[in-house]
């Protein structure tokens, strides 16, 4: 799924997300990016729902990394939540293991993975949020 698309809803922004997640794979890294409010975090809610693990689906920002187990396919399958926001250096991703998270066989999603652009070779999809409007988000996949 490749293109532009307006939301007007929570709802419908992780619906656009479901219809993205379908086609994800292990060892795809998606770069989720917009400004604060633009909706990244009900884009993940949508992607966890397609793997069967939206309840455990909780926010990263001061943890860096939540794991939740999941489903692909009858596959298991773990995803891969990553937010960078509190981060100020590479050399903290570094220290993390960032780089092998993001080759590894699983599905990563990298909230904020913008600020650092020397990883923008690892990403294998990026998806921007942005506000539009009032209540109406533009989503940019690629």
């Not at 619906?15 to 633009?38: H, I, M, S």
């Not at 966890?48 to 926010?59: K, Y």
């Not at 699983?106 to 539009?132: C, M």
């Amino acid at each position: 799924m490749r293109g532009e698309f307006l939301s007007n809803s929570a709802d419908q922004t992780r619906e656009y997300a479901r219809r993205f997640a379908v086609g994800l794979k292990p060892g795809d890294a998606v770069c989720l990016t917009g400004p604060l409010g633009a909706g990244k975090t009900e884009f993940m809610r949508g992607i966890s729902e397609v793997f069967g693990c939206d309840e455990q689906l909780s926010s990263p920002t001061f943890s860096l990394l939540n794991i939740y187990d999941g489903s692909m396919g009858g596959q298991p399958v773990e995803l891969h939540h990553f937010d960078l926001y509190r981060l100020e250096s590479e050399k903290e991703l570094e220290s993390a293991g960032f780089e092998e998270y993001l080759s590894g066989p699983f599905v990563s999603v990298v909230e904020w993975g913008d600020k650092f652009p020397s990883f923008d070779r690892r990403y294998t999809r990026r998806v921007t949020l942005d506000i539009a409007g009032e209540g109406l988000r533009k989503i940019t996949i690629r």
